[in-house]
């Protein structure tokens, strides 16, 4: 009897936990029901990947839609739009909204207005706070949570969370990873007169590479004695690679392509306040060490920091101008020119896009090219040479700083569930997003 599935994706080249090779996928009810041999079997629908490329579908574990609040940077449409067109098949989002994301009101709000808008799957962040921290045990196990945030340095109303004592107690009272932006307030502050009205080269003095470890050495400390799983992200500097791979029973490292990518001086020279996010843009050094951190396998995943803000107000002579650049759309095509360019291999990239958040966040069924998983596929041309233009761009902000790069490898489709989502740029089954499982978060 001829097995049935309701799509198939044929003759493409499967990259995913077992390697390379040239294979179908099978998909029934959303979920992978065969890899391997299907000429024989019938389907619904059958996509020929002839040509492509199929990876397990890209997760972004960090991006910033700006909604509610500031919807006039970004919104939940726009932001999953960018997304599903980048190949990203589901994001984690961020608590600095307005208002932030701290109690359960406000994620349920945020999951309402993401229902029947959003184009890919979605979980939120929760924001720890010093008011929040005895309730943060109940408020990560909450459906459609992906974990518990904290800003170490400055960040949105009463988000910031800068003392040993606040961050020991939201660690006390969370049993899930919990994810760090790692840079010292106190320092900071120190620094900011540092700044150079109008000199965006001087953003990565005022947030030197000191203020980044000095935090993240408080931070891993605080972990090691509770007993506590953390997340830093974006990592940025040599010292934080060096000292996190001596601790990695506790913490894991995330990386984003703007800091494998782009460099100071000349990158703020260059974009002037495209350039500025926070921890920055840093000197050449630091990136070659992101770079090794990368290869020795001290970085766990990819996140975009996926953070808009309109040419006009990036226009305004620094320290006016605020940090943050979008990323979601371009994750994908540049990270597929550093493996095109032999700084990293698919099977890498793979595992920071997909594995990777599987691993740390306890995914119950995404993350994986493999039977009984979501069908959740990229599908991308590794010989496509694009060059990434403002205009391209679906988040409401319309600018990129990769403006100009010419890139070699792009997502050709995006399948979420089984639904083909996003074929050859253009956005054909929207609104499907549905919010992500995890396994601390199964209903008993």
């Known amino acids: 009897m001829t097995e049935t599935y309701d799509l198939i994706v044929r003759g493409g080249e499967v990259v995913n936990h077992a390697g390379r090779g040239l294979a179908d996928v099978g998909v029934r009810g959303g979920k992978i029901a065969a890899v391997g041999d299907l000429s024989q079997a019938s389907a619904d629908e059958v996509f020929d990947a002839k040509g492509l490329t199929i990876m397990p579908g890209v997760i972004d574990t960090q991006v910033h839609f700006r909604e509610p609040g500031l919807e006039w940077k970004e919104d939940l449409e726009s932001g999953s739009r960018a997304a599903v067109l980048g190949g990203v098949v589901a994001v984690f989002e961020m608590p600095n909204t307005e208002p932030t994301t701290t109690d359960p009101d406000a994620l349920a709000d945020k999951l309402a207005r993401a229902k029947g808008r959003m184009h890919c799957d979605h979980a939120f962040y929760v924001g720890g706070t010093h008011e929040n921290a005895q309730w ?3 408020l990560e196990r909450l459906p459609g949570c992906c974990g518990i945030k904290v800003f170490m340095g400055a960040s949105t109303g009463t988000l910031l969370v800068q003392d040993d004592e606040g961050i020991e107690q939201v660690l006390r009272h969370v049993n899930r990873r919990a994810a760090f932006h790692s840079e010292d307030e106190y320092r900071l502050a120190e620094r900011r007169p540092l700044a150079r009205t109008g000199d965006w080269t001087s953003h990565y003095e005022v947030r030197d590479a000191q203020s980044a470890i000095q935090s993240t050495e408080r931070l891993v400390r605080i972990a090691t004695a509770l007993g506590k799983r953390i997340h830093v992200l974006h990592v940025t500097t040599a010292d934080e690679i060096a000292y996190l791979a001596a601790h990695k029973d506790v913490a894991s490292v995330e990386l984003t392509p703007q800091h494998l990518t782009l460099a100071g001086p000349e990158a703020y ?19 070659r060490a992101l770079w ?27 320290p006016a101008s605020p940090s943050g650049m979008p990323g979601v759309q371009t994750l994908l095509p540049v990270m597929l020119t550093h493996v095109a360019e032999g700084r990293l291999t698919l099977e890498r990239l793979v595992d920071l896009t997909s594995h990777g958040a599987n691993r740390l966040f306890g995914l119950a069924d995404k993350g994986r090219l493999a039977e009984g998983y979501d069908a959740d596929l990229t599908i991308v041309d590794l010989k496509a040479r694009r060059t990434i233009r403002h205009d391209m761009m679906a988040s409401r902000v319309g600018w990129t700083p990769f403006d100009g790069m010419e ?16 074929r050859d740029d253009e956005v054909i089954a929207p609104h499907l997003g549905e919010p992500v499982r995890f396994n601390e978060t199964l209903a008993p």
């Open 136 to 138: 943060l045990g109940e």
């Open 269 to 287: 020279e260059r974009l002037k306040g495209y350039a500025q996010m926070n921890p920055p843009i840093r000197g050449e050094e630091h990136r």
């Open 292 to 318: 090794a951190g990368l290869a020795s396998g001290v970085a766990d995943v990819l996140g975009s920091d996926h953070a808009p803000h309109t040419s006009e107000e990036k226009a305004r002579p620094y």
């Open 407 to 422: 890139v070699k490898g792009w997502p050709m489709a995006t399948i979420i569930r089984g639904t083909v989502v996003m």
